[in-house]
């Protein structure tokens, strides 16, 4: 048994269509196959890209003056260790 992913697609006639290269070590002739449909995911970053966008016109930070202090106030300054 071999297993393959791939991408297909449904016409608006319902039919549906898979073109895969498939390895030479497969011979020719009838299969059995199972398909398990579930929506494709995009591989564009245009999702995070529409969250950045949302998040400048919410303006959740244009209140901060200094950023690099309001950072620093965030968390505890701690002098670093040297040597043992």
Known sequence: MN???TT???D??????VH????EKI???PIEAVIVLQPAVS???????????ELRKLG???????????QR????ERPLRRGN
């Open 8 to 10: 297909a697609e449904i």
């Open 60 to 70: 959740p930070i244009a209140g901060i003056e200094n950023p690099v202090q309001w």
């Open 20 to 23: 895969t290269r498939l390895s």
């Open 3 to 5: 297993t393959i992913k």
């Open 43 to 53: 591989s564009e970053p245009k999702g995070i890209i529409d969250c950045i966008r």
């Open 73 to 76: 106030s965030g968390r505890e």
């Open 27 to 29: 011979q020719p002739g």
């Open 12 to 17: 608006s006639d319902g039919w549906l269509t």
